[in-house]
């Protein structure tokens, strides 16, 4: 096996994907790393009764494909790292097994629980021990309620593992929690960097399916037995990189020593700003900022924005009616329409259930006096526009919350195909977008491999190697007043 070779398992919440990265010599001794993506498959919620789930037995199909494609081109990576969406998990039972399908984090099942956990806990109080925005979606309230609904899974569970760490158990055999999915769970406590037993215990949350999390670059252990065997390849180690992608996006920022602002930019669009540990003040709970852990001791203070997640499900729905238009196109359509017609704006909860996008958007135009869209290309526009705006919205707040300004906006992940998307950005902070590398998360996978190797020997030297590699567009913002008009109807839609 080749150390400088690593394969990354990417898992996002519309696709899933296999690249592999190899350290390959540039110019004058220095080292550029090469990417090949080697597998892209679909990633589908699949909707059982009431329940939304994962088809995790797929993911897991998808991987070892992944791993037969990487070896039958000729790539013998020495090992392999697995980043995914947040907060998910599968429970084992006492054989080692997995119980049932997870869920998904759109479920139904957890609408209405931050205000009940907020009445039984406190809201400043769960703010404080777990530092983060209050999302329905986080793994506490999906544990409280299977706890409500008197879920035998939970009786039977000896070990819960979040989804990076479930598909590496499917792999390898071997249990392990790492810390970056952990401090997404709002069960563990950032400033006392342990597990909340005393939260677990009050909300009827078994404390005894916690693993100690291990940080991004340590090595957890090879493949098992029987996968090599099934697959005909040889041991290759399993790292717990920055399990959730957010996290490894991050780390493939080309930024700097400096202060810098990123936008990671997919299902979910993820602002915020890097930070040495986490900032648990009444202004970050007021504005609604996150705090998760991240990649070589780092802290992202972040926001959580509803993201291209609104447009996927449009596009869904008009590819279902048989009327299938790609993003590409989509992006290019919405720049020929007129410019600020309708605004929504993308936190309103009403938009986070799969279903009916659509209709949901001109509810909110009709509700605020505004005129709903007409056509694929006005909702298209709607919804880019509306985003660039929040984007302008969250980096004012991430700003005061750090007493910082920052230069311009780091922007990586699928999203930034959105070319329309990037520009409108830029013109809604008035500042430049560096937009940059696509892949974000798989090459911040790779990295905390290249780490757990010494191949890399700090985060520093990991994103020069992002810099020295993967092109970043510019976009500078255009002279356009009609950005600020937009952004002061925008404001008065009254959401932090
Ligand atoms: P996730 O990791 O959450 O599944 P990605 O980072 O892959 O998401 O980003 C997916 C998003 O990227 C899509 O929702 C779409 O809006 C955008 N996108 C993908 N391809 C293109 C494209 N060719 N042109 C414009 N936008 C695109
Ligand atoms: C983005 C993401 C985000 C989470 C959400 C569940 O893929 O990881 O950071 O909040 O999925």
Known sequence: ANQTTVLAFDMGASSGRALVGRLIAGVNGSRKLEVTEIHRFPNH?????????????????????????????????????????????????????????????????????????????????????SGL?????????????????????????????LTPDLLAYLLTGIRSCEFSMATTTALYDPDKQ???????????????????????????????AEVMAELGVPAMQAVAVGTHDTESAVAAVPAGDDPFAFLVCGTWSLLGTEMDGPLLSDETLA??????????????????????????ECKREWDEQGNEIGFGELAAMAEGAEPFRSLIHPDDPRFFAHGGMAD????????????????????????????????????EQAERLTDRTYAGLHMVGGGIQNKLLCRFTANAIGKPVWAGPVEASAIGNMLAQLLATGECKDLREARELVAASFPVDVYEPEADSS?????RKFLGFGRT
């Open 133 to 161: 925005q209050f999302m329905p979606f986080n793994t506490l309230y999906q544990l409280y309620a299977m706890r409500k609904a008197g879920s035998p899974k939970l009786d039977i569970a000896r070990t819960l593992l």
């Open 360 to 395: 949901k958007i001109s509810a909110f135009c009709e509700e605020t006096g505004q005129p709903a869209p007409r056509n694929e290309a006005e909702f298209a526009r709607c919804i880019v526009e509306s985003l660039a705006l929040r984007y302008r919205q969250a980096l």
């Open 45 to 129: 919620a699949v909707q059982v009764g009431n329940h939304l789930h994962w088809d995790i037995l797929r993911l897991l199909r998808e991987m070892k494909k992944s791993i037969r494609f990487a070896f039958q081109q000729g790539y013998e990576p020495a090992t392999f790292g697995i980043d995914t969406w947040g907060v998910d998990f599968g429970l084992l039972d006492a054989n080692g097994e997995l119980i049932g399908n997870p869920y998904h984090y759109r479920d139904p099942q957890t609408e209405g629980l931050i205000d009940e956990v907020n009445a039984l806990v406190g809201k400043m109080k769960l703010f404080k021990e």
């Open 483 to 487: 950005w600020a008009d937009a952004y």
């Open 194 to 224: 342990a597990w909340n037993k005393e939260l677990m215990g009050r909300l009827g949350i078994p404390a005894d399916l916690f693993l100690d999390p291990v940080h991004p670059g340590t090595i957890v252990g090879p493949l098992s």
């Open 287 to 312: 504005l609604d900022f996150s705090n998760e852990g991240g990649v070589g001791g780092t802290y992202q203070l972040l926001k959580n924005i509803m993201g291209l997640w609104i447009l996927q």
